[in-house]
Nanobody, 115 residues
Framework: VQLVESGGGLVQPGGSLTLSCKAS????????MTWVRQAPGKGPEWVST????????YYVDSVKGRFIISRDNAKNTAYLQMDSLKSEDTALYYC?????????RGQGTQVTVSS
């Protein structure tokens, strides 16, 4: 299983970024995908999950109305569109999934929200 995130960067407050998570090595179509973030000095925080068919999505309260999770099963890729970014969104964002009884995550992509 390999998960590779991209799309992070430095953005001003109020700006937008879209993160991508390219998956390989497992049946992407059959698995939920999750985004998690970890801010400096803090523990991991679950951000969002999308079901395998994309019909159900869930968000942590702090990003509801600002972030949209999606997936393209034909491209084995999950996305996290982030709008109206705030300084408190600054974190390392990584995607993850569970295959069998094993959890996998990528290396992450850094998002920094600062003026």
């Amino acid at each position: 299983v390999q998960l590779v995130e991209s799309g992070g960067g430095l953005v001003q407050p109020g700006g937008s970024l879209t993160l991508s998570c390219k998956a390989s090595g497992f049946s992407f179509n059959d698995h939920e995908m999750t985004w998690v973030r970890q801010a400096p000095g803090k523990g991991p925080e679950w951000v969002s999950t999308i079901y395998s068919d994309g019909n159900k999505v869930y968000y942590v309260d702090s990003v509801k109305g600002r972030f949209i999770i999606s997936r393209d099963n034909a491209k084995n890729t999950a996305y996290l569109q982030m709008d109206s970014l705030k300084s408190e969104d600054t974190a390392l964002y990584y995607c993850g999934t569970s295959v069998g009884s094993t959890d996998f995550r990528g290396q992450g992509t850094q998002v920094t929200v600062s003026s």
